[in-house]
């Protein structure tokens, strides 16, 4: 790694554990603990991302669903609830929010009488864009030390770990 650093604050926190707990094996807290200090600044990231353009994390997520479905950008609510992991109820509330924004827009379902479709208005085309453009120019900025061949090492074993725990959201 170019400019890696010769020490950081988790070197610090394992080298005492290994010390005062020397019958126990902390090499994970030397992966594990980065990933989580990491993780606490790419969420302040994705805020100032999301909140530069008038967004909060959730909207991003739904307006991202529909966005990446790609155009007409309308799913059913169950598509929705499938993309974000939310419960129905919390489903309808932010569809309820999202479109007195004028982000996204209800429509009659046209196979089903009694279904409704979510779709993305060009407002909220506008604004998931123009987030999703900042947020990848922030990560973008947190892995530019990163060669491209750490860069795939890195998203591989990261991929590895997610799968082995059945971790896929």
């Not at 959730?58 to 419960?87: I, K, M």
């Not at 860069?151 to 990261?158: E, G, I, R, T």
């Amino acid at each position: 790694m170019t400019g890696q650093p010769s020490r950081d604050e988790v070197d610090t926190i394992v080298e005492a554990w290994r010390r005062e707990r020397p019958d126990l094996d902390v090499a994970p807290m030397e992966v594990l603990s980065r990933i989580s200090r990491l993780a606490r600044h790419l969420d302040r990231v994705r805020a100032n991302a999301f909140t530069a353009h008038d967004l909060e994390s959730w909207e991003f997520d739904v307006l991202a669903a529909l966005r990446r479905s790609g155009a007409p950008y309308r799913l059913s609510p169950g598509q929705l609830l499938r993309e974000t992991l939310v419960t129905s109820g919390t489903m309808t509330n932010r569809v309820d929010r999202l479109a007195a924004r004028g982000l996204v827009a209800r429509q009659d379902h046209p196979d089903d009488r009694r279904g409704v479709l979510v779709q993305l208005t060009e407002a909220g085309k506008e604004a998931v864009d123009a987030a999703l453009a900042e947020l990848l120019a922030a990560e973008r900025g947190i892995l530019a030390g990163l060669e491209a061949t750490e860069h795939d090492q890195l998203a591989h074993s990261l991929r590895l770990l997610l799968a082995r725990h059945g971790v896929d959201r």
